[in-house]
């Protein structure tokens, strides 16, 4: 089974705090997304990466960045925290191979900024 | 951008009867995906409906596809308690790996 998993289920950290959020896929997957998540407002993607070292932005980027260093690895930043990025934060994978583009997600990271 | 949006926003009903949730969508799709949320968890991949099929089963779900319509349903027969969670659809676009999500469907199944 496909497992992912991230670094924290809860998160507590203060305004202007430089904050990471770690995901791990152990399937080989290409494909790694950022999504949040609040209520009434779905699930929005932060960004996703193809490959090592690529990333692109997806539908909400601003103050957030990403590393992908290794492929199995997809880092969530926010560079100087602030109280309207606390939400709960998903990871997910996907094959970037055939017509099947399932996702398979992590267990999430609730994050609160004070 | 959010491209699918659920109907109903939230459905109770009673242990044993059927849960119908809908799905539209504004573009042309590669599929259709569903997947199951439940309380501060991560998603689950229910299934998944290509643009060229037009009904899906696996075990108690059954899911249509109407892409004349852009829309689509999930079908839960025989509704368990375990069954309350949140329900999304989820579309791509030919070509595409990212998903777009709707904002979900939270079903209560009551005792």
């Known amino acids: 089974d496909v497992k992912v998993t991230q670094s924290s289920r809860y998160l507590v950290k203060r305004t202007g705090e430089k904050v990471f959020l770690e995901c791990v896929q152990d399937m080989d997957h290409e494909n790694m997304f950022w999504y949040r998540q609040d209520p009434g407002l779905g699930l929005r993607l932060i960004y996703f990466s193809y490959d090592v070292k690529m990333k692109e932005k997806g539908d909400i980027p601003e103050g957030y960045s990403v590393s992908r260093e290794k492929k199995e690895r997809f880092s969530l930043i926010l560079e100087s925290a602030s109280t309207n990025q606390t939400s709960m934060y998903l990871c997910?994978?996907?094959?970037?191979?055939?017509?099947?583009?399932?996702?398979?997600f992590g267990p999430g990271t609730r994050l609160t900024v004070l | 951008s959010q491209q699918g949006e659920e109907d109903p926003q939230a459905l109770s009903i009673q242990e044993g009867e059927n849960a119908t949730m809908n799905c539209s969508y504004k573009t042309s799709i590669n599929n259709l995906q569903w997947y199951r949320q439940n309380s501060g968890r991560g998603l689950v991949h229910l299934i998944l409906?290509?643009?060229?099929?037009r009904e899906k089963h696996s075990g108690r779900l059954r899911v249509t596809l109407d892409t004349s319509k852009k829309s689509s349903s999930l079908l839960i027969t025989a509704s368990r308690a375990a069954d309350t969670a949140s329900y999304f659809c989820a579309t791509d676009a030919w070509g595409a790996q990212k998903l777009v999500f709707g904002q979900g469907t939270r079903l209560t199944i009551n005792p």
């Open positions: 409906i290509r643009s060229n099929e």
């Open positions: 997910a994978s996907s094959s970037g191979t055939g017509k099947n583009n399932e996702q398979f």
